[in-house]
């Protein structure tokens, strides 16, 4: 490439990665007819302008030129003016190195990177400049070998420049001149084969109908195309060495950014010069960038690629080679880079499928159960494509026994439930469907979905296996869900958290049709499958989505009626957990007052509840037969779904509490024994009934009973049932019962906690747990939470239940604390244990929070309380002498370090607090002053100051004179004689409280009898020494 400025160019460097200084604010230029003022104000089309520009150029070459660079020094930020002196006589190196010195202020902004709508448009005015600057002079101007290769000169060292705004501009520049050429090199290779083709066409006539003069025209012409053309590619080709090869690997991201973008558009426009591996190599390479959005331009890159059938042959090598990488980012951290991963590979199976391995598509299949919805839809789409789409060699709809056409998606609807069932995640058919729902129409064809379980299958067909029925009503209980409801499932978050009237509208058609199928569909499901317990549990979810007014709408009366008697049914027949609570919250949504059908639901739910009082009252009364499995089962049972039910609706018209009651005050009786699962229903039941006692109290709709009688009734029951579930607490042998009263008691003591004092109703039911209480709540978690995992044998599934069950134990303990239900000192025994159980952390760490919330100064004693246990359970087993350097010791010091980081940053409000706590120290510390068995050495807990300095930090200045002061005026021994190690804790906790610049120890005597400068400088001395002790 020559230039008739300057000859020959040098091939730049990579830039080092530093930056100089920038300009911060926006460049006022005095002279407004600046391209950079016009382009920055945009007053004028930039159409318009390049045109301006060109009529200068044309005038005077030289002065368009000089305004061109002007141009981009200006976009740089920098207020340099190039002078045509500066322009004649001087390199572009030395040029650039005077604008350098033009940067007036330390910044990081310019031009193309501030923030704000003035400088997003100049950006696109920037490229859009450039772009048509090129455009308009394709024709003559771009080939006079001066104004395009002294720009790209220009562009070069502005490239390779230390000024990261130069850097940043001219790249951006470079390589919207290379795309412009592109468009360019595109123009005339399709004037240069319309000009092939006419020559052809010419040169093929006979002679006597040959113009030789046309032939020689069009000869003339296709040369100088082919002069055209290998300019610019000369033009790309030294551009992009020059520029491209190394900024793509620039320490400023966006520049790397902009390099790929580019890249992937020369590649799509001009694939015969740049669809090459030895430029492909470059977006491979830069797939493993460490910013995401530089990947994720790489990526944005190969898309399109890949969905070009002609391109397919180019790429053989690149996807050899990359492949794996692009699969692999499919997992990528950040979640656009992931989902752009997935529509790629999306586009490979489209175009390439022999490319992905089975491998490479069962990794995409199982990120439909991501918890990113983003990634787990683009998945669903590639689900789609590859398993969920009917095609040509799709067989030919098949009838049912009875001769009914099985609807199109039913082959789809087969694939996905064996897909859902071989992926062995059954918890997680949520996750799958909000993953389908919005790209397939199969996931609402609830008609399909019903044939396939209630049609018997016609000739050719297979019946469902059980399992496969079970996986499907899953399925359709979860896309009945979210079409009803619009929610994603726990977990995942949709991407926009505003809900548009689109979405509403849609939601509620797609509750009026599945209604309207269901309502006639739902009773027959349940009548078909309501031996299979896992099957009826999924069943009766459904009316919960029920738009309920459509039963009266449409007069489907007789519907309801076989719904709720089906549903009276499933409870006479079945005894499993979540069928009966599957049935009472449905049973809740059906009987809401709000609707027209409550009284028919309401008289079907009175007579299920005086079945179930039957049932409980015949039971108890019969004593338990040891070894008559069939009489507690019976029993068990009975009281299981009084427990259940009671949860959900209001019993209390039956009367069940004293026969209830008088179940759990006999749990010890061994004359009665009944089963540790009966007495659990019974405690749950009652709990339950002392809470709608509650709610009755409070909204006054208890009829024929004064408010004053249901208050004394309500107190005589919490003051009978919380005694006794603490006596179980403590004296149950039983696991299942002691845990249940637990918690129990726990969640009564914050529902009856000081806030119903705010009701003059329910002000007298506060219920303050006594010390007894406390400390029998305080011993359970002790016991049963704070434990070391003994057996090794436990299955990892186990483990993890039986942590999530301590958790829960420890949580509720923890919410007396944080509302204050329980003083701030009974989590002192919690507190303890902040760093030995990381399991716990998390829960301990938000009580400590919730606890300095409530009161900073009890928070803060709390917190010595919980050292000074640790620390005497530690002296109490290392005996007379304390090892500091202990395990233990340490131990004690990360507790108390981990309790200073809870303090935050501001001294001024943790002021009090921090003093009250070195006052608990320090006497907790000399307490007792007299070392019984050392009458001459330190208190026996002296040691505990080296603890309390790990809080000095957290002092005022004018504090740690205060607390000095307290020290010395408690410490009535005086100074000790000795320097011994087991003095050392005092040492140093007092000159961790001395003034920086006058520390005073207990020590030796004074150098010099002078005053007070010789005792610094001996004990400045010594506090060296006593920090290393120390550390």
């Keep these: 490439m020559s230039s008739s400025k300057k000859s020959p160019l040098p091939t730049p460097s990579p830039a080092p990665r530093r930056k100089i200084a920038a300009v911060k604010k926006p460049l006022t230029v005095e002279d407004e007819n600046t391209l950079f003022c016009i382009i920055r104000n945009g007053k004028s089309s930039v159409q318009k302008t390049v045109d301006e520009w060109i009529e200068q150029y044309k005038a005077d070459r030289d002065s368009g030129l000089r305004a061109i660079m002007q141009f981009f020094i200006s976009a740089s930020g920098c207020k340099g003016k190039i002078t045509s002196q500066m322009q004649s006589s001087m390199e572009y190196a030395a040029i650039i190195h005077h604008m350098t010195e033009e940067f007036e202020e330390e910044s990081d902004e310019y031009p193309i990177i501030m923030s704000g709508p003035q400088w997003k448009k100049f950006r696109s005015n920037f490229c859009d400049f450039v772009e048509t600057l090129v455009k308009q002079c394709q024709y003559s101007i771009i080939y006079d070998q001066y104004l395009m290769d002294n720009v790209i000169s220009l562009l070069t060292s502005l490239s390779d420049s230390q000024v990261r705004a130069f850097r940043h501009t001219a790249t951006l520049a470079a390589m919207k001149f290379m795309t412009a050429l592109v468009e360019v090199a595109l123009t005339v290779s399709i004037h240069l084969d319309n000009t092939s083709r006419q020559y052809e066409a010419e040169r093929q006539k006979t002679s006597d109908g040959r113009a030789s003069d046309r032939l020689e025209a069009l000869l003339a012409k296709h040369q100088e195309l082919e002069k055209n053309m290998d300019e610019i590619k000369e033009m790309l080709t030294y551009t992009f060495k020059s520029i491209f090869v190394h900024r793509y690997r620039d320490t400023v991201t966006d520049i790397r950014a902009i390099c790929m973008a580019e890249i992937g558009i020369w590649m799509r426009r001009f694939p015969q010069n740049f669809l090459d591996d030895s430029y492909l190599k470059y977006v491979g390479w830069t797939l493993n960038d460490k910013v995401g959005d530089v990947r994720l331009k790489c990526l944005q890159a190969l898309e399109p690629l890949y969905a070009s059938e002609q391109l397919k042959g180019k790429l053989e090598l690149f996807t050899s080679k990359f492949k794996d990488r692009v699969v692999s980012m499919t997992l990528d951290i950040d979640c656009d880079v992931a989902v752009q991963a997935v529509r790629s590979v999306i586009t490979i199976h489209k175009y390439h499928r022999e490319v992905l391995s089975d491998k490479d598509c069962q990794a995409l299949y199982m990120l439909v159960f991501s918890s990113r919805r983003a990634v787990a839809q683009a998945a669903g789409e590639f689900l789609n494509e590859r398993l969920l789409t009917l095609d040509e060699t799709s067989p030919p709809a098949l009838r049912t026994h009875r001769g009914k056409t099985r609807l199109p998606s039913t082959p789809l609807i087969r694939h996905l439930v064996d897909f859902f069932f071989e992926s062995e995640m059954p918890e997680h058919g949520a996750y799958l469907v909000d993953s389908l729902i919005d790209s397939n129409e199969m996931m609402k064809d609830w008609e399909c979905m019903t044939d396939l379980l209630m049609e018997d299958p016609g000739p050719g067909e297979e019946s469902l296996d059980d399992e496969q029925e079970t996986s499907l009503i899953e399925l359709m209980t979860c896309c009945i869900k979210q079409a009803a409801t619009g929610e994603s499932p726990v977990g995942r978050k949709p991407a926009r958290k505003v809900t548009t009237t689109k979405q509403i509208h849609q939601v509620q058609e797609d509750r009026v049709r599945l209604t309207e199928h269901f309502i006639q569909t739902l009773p027959l499901l349940l009548g078909k499958f309501i031996a299979d317990p896992e099957k009826v549990a999924n069943l009766l979810l459904i009316p919960q989505f029920f738009n309920l007014e459509i039963y009266t709408t449409s007069r489907q009366e007789e519907s309801l009626e076989s719904l709720l008697r089906l549903m009276k049914t499933v409870v006479e027949r079945r005894t499993e957990t979540k069928v009966l609570e599957n049935c009472a919250k449905t049973l809740i949504v059906l009987c809401s007052e709000d609707h027209a059908i409550y009284s028919r639901c309401d008289v079907i739910r009175s007579t299920l509840f005086d079945y179930l009082d039957r049932r409980l009252r015949d039971v108890l009364k019969e004593p338990v037969t040891a070894g008559d499995e069939d009489q507690v089962f019976a029993l068990v049972s009975s009281l299981e779904k009084v427990a259940i039910f009671s949860s959900c ?214 917190m010595v309380l919980s050292l000074s246990m640790v620390f005497r359970d530690f002296s109490r087993a290392a005996g007379s002498r304390i090892d500091r350097q202990s395990e233990e010791f340490l131990s004690v010091k990360e507790l108390a370090k981990r309790f200073v980081l809870s303090f935050g940053l501001d001294a001024v409000k943790n002021r009090e607090a921090i003093t009250a706590l070195h006052r608990d120290a320090i006497i907790f510390a000399i307490n007792p002053l007299k070392n019984p068995n050392d009458p001459t050495g330190p208190p026996p807990n002296l040691a505990f100051l080296e603890i309390a300095a790990e809080f000095t930090k957290k002092l005022l200045e004018q504090d740690k004179k205060t607390v000095l002061q307290f020290l010395d005026r408690v410490l009535t021994m005086g100074r000790p004689s000795s320097r011994g190690e087991e003095w050392q804790p005092l040492i140093l906790y007092r000159n961790s409280l001395a003034p920086q610049t006058a520390r005073r120890a207990y020590g030796r005597p004074r150098r010099d009898a002078g005053g007070d400068d010789g005792e610094i400088a001996d004990d400045n001395d010594d506090a060296g020494s006593d920090q290393e002790m120390a550390g």
């Excluded at 009974?826 to 919330?853: C, N, P, Q, S, W």
């Design 649 to 862: 609706h209001n019993l209390g018209p039956w009367k069940l509490w004293d026969p209830l009651f008088n179940a759990v005050r006999e749990a010890n009786d061994p004359s009665r024994s009944l089963p540790p699962e009966a007495i659990k229903h019974c405690i749950s039941a009652c709990y339950s009934a002392i809470l709608w006692e509650l709610l009755q109290l409070e909204n006054g709709s208890r009829r024929g009973t004064s408010a004053s009688q249901q208050q004394k009734q309500l107190r005589v029951h919490l003051d009978a049932y919380i005694p006794l579930m603490a006596e179980l607490v403590i004296t149950s042998n039983f696991a299942l019962v002691r845990d249940q009263a637990y918690m129990s008691v726990c969640d009564l003591l914050i529902v009856f906690s000081n806030k119903l004092k705010s009701n003059p109703l329910s002000g007298p039911l506060v219920y303050e747990p006594d010390r007894d209480l406390q400390q029998t709540l305080n011993n359970f978690i002790q016991k049963y939470v704070f434990v070391e995992e003994e057996d090794e044998e436990i299955d990892e599934e186990t483990k993890v239940e039986e942590l999530h069950k301590r958790r829960g134990y420890l949580s509720n303990f923890c919410k007396l604390v944080a509302y204050n239900v329980l003083p701030i000192q009974t989590a002192a025994d919690v507190f303890r244990h902040y760093v030995k159980y990381d399991d716990y952390g998390d829960i301990i760490k938000m009580t400590l929070g919730r606890a300095r919330e409530i009161n900073k100064v009890s928070c803060a004693r709390t």
